[in-house]
């Protein structure tokens, strides 16, 4: 159901994470450019794997789907995810065409019914996305996210929550030069918790990271627990605009 109507071109309004996302876009395509030239398809194709498994499955998309299926579909984040992944098909489906030939094939040919055989389209157009900023704060964020991980699965392991989203996590920092540009709700969707409070001072080096059940009831639709959800199954504010507002 993708549009051009939908679609955001001004890269630069996008979200950080949409911009660090094409930024990765940008140097996979030098990577798999010099692989092609080196004749090294065995690197080729290991690029593309891990970019796919890594940086898409595991993190973007895992990050996104809450966005994708519970924000009202002029939201400006939204598009701007809906954009993206339409320049990742058709980055994916150009590069992984020599390698899986018969599968891309059928993808374009059932996005494209009309649109004649992937094995004749060009090398995908990347644009001058690459940001030595973005790839030093994401690496950085990604780092976080994985100490989270860490911090919470026991937890989930020992029956304390059933889902990622009955946690909130207080992460405590050396000073304020350490706190993440990114606000609390943007923390809460990056790693996947209901609630992320920062505090400031109480530990000597690095992020401490401490994960609680939390104890607000789960909205029925986004299954976010929040305090604004007055009994389990209620919606959110967020929700409750989206779907009667």
């Known amino acids: 159901g993708f549009t051009e109507e939908e679609r955001v071109t001004d890269v630069a309004s996008m979200p950080e994470l949409e911009r660090y996302m094409l930024a990765l876009l940008a140097k996979l395509d030098g990577e798999l450019r010099q692989a092609v030239e080196d004749f090294d398809f065995n690197g080729y194709t290991r690029a593309v794997a891990e970019f796919c498994n890594n940086d898409l499955s595991a993190f973007y998309f895992d990050i996104r789907k809450d966005c994708l299926y519970c924000d009202a579909p002029s939201d400006p984040k939204r598009?701007?995810?809906?954009?993206?992944?339409?320049?990742?098909?058709?980055?994916?489906?150009?590069?992984?065409?020599?390698?899986?030939?018969?599968?891309?094939?059928?993808?374009?040919?059932?996005?494209?019914?009309?649109?004649?055989?992937?094995?004749?389209?060009?090398?995908?157009?990347?644009?001058?996305?690459?940001?030595?900023?973005?790839?030093?704060?994401?690496?950085?964020?990604?780092?976080?996210?994985?100490?989270?991980?860490?911090?919470?699965?026991?937890?989930?392991?020992?029956?304390?929550?059933?889902?990622?989203?009955?946690?909130?996590v207080a992460l405590g920092l050396p000073d304020d030069a350490d706190r993440p540009m990114l606000g609390s709700d943007e923390l809460a969707e990056l790693f996947i918790v209901s609630e992320v409070t920062i505090d400031t001072g109480h530990v000597t080096h690095g992020p401490a990271v401490v994960g609680h059940r939390v104890d607000y009831e789960k909205c029925g639709r986004c299954w976010r627990h929040l305090p604004e959800v007055a009994s389990d199954g209620d919606l959110c504010n967020r929700c409750e605009e989206v779907v009667n507002g």
């Open 79 to 168: 598009r701007a995810y809906r954009s993206v992944l339409d320049i990742l098909f058709h980055a994916l489906v150009r590069w992984m065409a020599p390698v899986l030939v018969f599968t891309t094939e059928e993808v374009w040919g059932t996005r494209y019914p009309e649109g004649g055989s992937v094995h004749l389209l060009e090398w995908p157009e990347i644009g001058e996305w690459s940001d030595r900023r973005l790839f030093d704060i994401w690496t950085g964020y990604r780092a976080l996210r994985e100490q989270v991980t860490a911090t919470i699965e026991p937890m989930r392991r020992a029956k304390e929550i059933g889902s990622s989203l009955e946690a909130r």
